[in-house]
Structures are given as structure tokens and as C-alpha cells.
């Protein structure tokens, strides 16, 4: 019987945006949103702490607009702007389930979402209210995988748990390649060496400064972050070792 004892006291969980997009690509999908909540709520009433930081490329990504013309830092503020509405919708649908949650935003929104403030973050998780980052970092020019490295060793997260559509780190993308190879574990090192598309460089360089466990998984497939946070080997797992 597979094992429901989970690992971890902390976590902190990084979605994209295209990950609530669905099989559309843009915006966000119903089914998919209550999915993913519904597998955060079975992971929380494991007794785990939980933190999420929510992309925004479902709905405004910086660089590609900014490659049409317009202003980069505008744009990457646009992007910031995306995530808090995919934060928004994620707390909505989270709540619907019965998970008390706050959002905190990096950027400054006093109507909808609390500032971040790391102490109050920790504070809420310990009071176990499912916590979820929204506006990046802050500042443009990042990606909320960054934000993602940073807020999980700000608030001393155990692991960082990368969702994605595919079931781990690959050689070659498994989407477009059949013979490509998933690896079980790969150091931070050989992610950057060979330039494998799992997070922005930036964001691993933090992990690997830190020595902050990363693993990639796909949340597509319903209970896998169960799964993950039970120690099972799925997906794949990046430390300093490999
Ligand atoms: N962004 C930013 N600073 C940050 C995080 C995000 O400027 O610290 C902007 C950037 O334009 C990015 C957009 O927000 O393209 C959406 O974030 P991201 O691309 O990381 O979302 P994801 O790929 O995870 O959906």
C-alpha cells in the first residue's frame, strides 16, 4: 500500500500559469483549477504546511510582449499584475473546498491580497492557512520561479515542488521527442550545464546556492502531489548530489 505519511512539515509548491491553462493555453480552466485545489486540500489534511506561488504566463508573460514594442518593465509588471488574478482564483475555488487561505502579494494590492510580509507568512502558516504568493518577486526582470526559490528559503520551506505537465526532468522535451529519457535525480549543476528547461537559471542557482531540494513533478495527473509529499519516487529530484 502506498504510504500517506508525509516527509515534509513545509512545503512550498511553484504552479505556472500555463499549468491552470489546460489543454486551451490561455486563461483559466474550471476543471483544472478545481484539480489542482482539490489535491492541495488532500496534501494540507495530511497535516503539512503550505505555501504556493502562482505564475502568471496564462494570461500576460513580460519578455513576449515586450518583444512586440512595448515598455519591458511595464510589461513584466503586467505579468506581476497576471499572477494575483490566478491567485485570486486559485483562493476562490480553494475556499469553495473548505481550505482557509491567504493570499500575499508582492507587488502592492491592499484591496485584494496582504502585503508580503515574511513574518505574517510564517505566522499563517503556522496557524495552517494554505498561503499563496502572488506578484513575483516584486520586480521585473524575474520570473516567478525565482520568486519561488526565494519565498521557499525565505519561510524555510523544506523542498521546492515544481509542478509541470510532464512527469519530470527529461533529456530532450518529451513532448516533441518520443526517445527522450527522464532522469530519477540530476545535480543543480548538470541542470544548468546542459541547460535543461525546468526553471530559469537564475532560480536553480538560488536552490543550488542554498541548498534547497527542487522536484519537478506533473500535477496533471490527480494525487500526484500526495504522492510526492509521501517521499514516493515520482518525478524527479534535484540536489547538490545528483
Ligand atoms: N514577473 C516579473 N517579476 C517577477 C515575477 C514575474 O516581472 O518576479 C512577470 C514577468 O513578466 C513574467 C510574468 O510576470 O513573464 C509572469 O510570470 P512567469 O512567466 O514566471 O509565469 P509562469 O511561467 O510561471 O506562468
Keep these: ?3 500517506t505519511k508525509p516527509i515534509y512539515k513545509r512545503i512550498l509548491l511553484k504552479i505556472s500559469g500555463e499549468a491552470l491553462a489546460g489543454d486551451k493555453g490561455f486563461g483559466i480552466n474550471g476543471q483544472v483549477l478545481r484539480q ?5 486540500k488532500a496534501a494540507k489534511n495530511l497535516g503539512i504546511q503550505i505555501a504556493v506561488v502562482i505564475g502568471g504566463g496564462n494570461i500576460f508573460r513580460g519578455l513576449s510582449a515586450a518583444e512586440e514594442g512595448m515598455d519591458r518593465v511595464n510589461c513584466d509588471y503586467m505579468g506581476m499584475l497576471a499572477t494575483c488574478i490566478n491567485a485570486l482564483a486559485l483562493q476562490d475555488v480553494l ?16 484591496d485584494i491580497a496582504e502585503p508580503y510580509i515574511r513574518r505574517r507568512a510564517l505566522r499563517h502558516l503556522e496557524k495552517e492557512r ?14 516567478t520561479d525565482t520568486a519561488a526559490s526565494l519565498r521557499a528559503m525565505e519561510i524555510e520551506a523544506e523542498v521546492l515542488l515544481k509542478a509541470t505537465k510532464v512527469d519530470g526532468v527529461f533529456d530532450k522535451d518529451p513532448e516533441k521527442n518520443k526517445n ?5 535525480k540530476i545535480s543543480y549543476i548538470d541542470v544548468l550545464n546542459k541547460e535543461l528547461k525546468i526553471m530559469d537559471s537564475a532560480a536553480i542557482s538560488l536552490c543550488m546556492d542554498n541548498r534547497l531540494t527542487l522536484i519537478a513533478f506533473n500535477l496533471k495527473h490527480k494525487g500526484n502531489l500526495v504522492k510526492v509529499v509521501c517521499g514516493e519516487k515520482i518525478g524527479t529530484i534535484i540536489n547538490h548530489q545528483g
Design 95 to 110: 475556499e469553495q473546498q473548505g481550505v482557509s487561505t491567504r493570499v500575499m502579494s508582492a507587488i502592492e494590492l491592499s
Design 36 to 40: 489542482v485545489a482539490s489535491d492541495l
Design 1 to 3: 500500500m502506498p504510504a
Design 130 to 143: 494554505l498561503l499563496i504568493f502572488s506578484g513575483g518577486t516584486g520586480n521585473p526582470y524575474f520570473t
Design 180 to 184: 527522450s529519457k527522464k532522469f530519477a
